[in-house]
């Protein structure tokens, strides 16, 4: 699972294998370790107690829930993007997107495809 972060957005790619764990286990998620004791813990989850896409941040946990429904609808169908927003505050908003990961369209050197959807322009 791929996490990108831009200002107020934050984007998760799903390879294959992503999806059909999360699909089976209602959990993925994944580590970006800094050395020492310091790390980032990024997850997707889905649960029946959640109506929408939801983000939250507590200590060294970006978690993302999903309802189950929409994870139902989404991991076995071809629907590749959900999105939604968060309210910060009254003038602001967190955008969520949860995406199935593609193969590249263009091979780029030192990336590996290890198991991205096919691209729909046919991949590299």
Do not use: N
């Not at 998620?29 to 989850?45: K, N, S």
């Not at 602001?92 to 593609?102: M, P, R, V």
């Amino acid at each position: 699972m791929k996490l990108r972060i831009l200002g107020d957005s934050l984007r998760l790619r799903l390879s294959k294998s992503d999806v059909e764990a999360f699909s089976t286990t209602g959990r993925v998620q994944d580590v970006i370790r800094f050395g020492g004791d310091a790390q980032l813990t990024y997850a997707l989850e889905h649960a029946e107690d959640v109506e929408a896409l939801s983000a939250s941040f507590v200590r060294d946990l970006v978690l993302v829930r999903m309802p189950t429904s929409m994870a139902r609808g989404w991991a076995d169908t071809d629907e590749i993007t959900l999105r939604s927003a968060q309210s910060i505050d009254a003038d602001a908003a967190l955008s969520l997107l949860i995406e199935k990961d593609f193969k590249c369209a263009v091979p780029r050197p030192g990336e590996e495809d290890y198991d991205g959807f096919e691209h729909p322009t046919g991949g590299c």
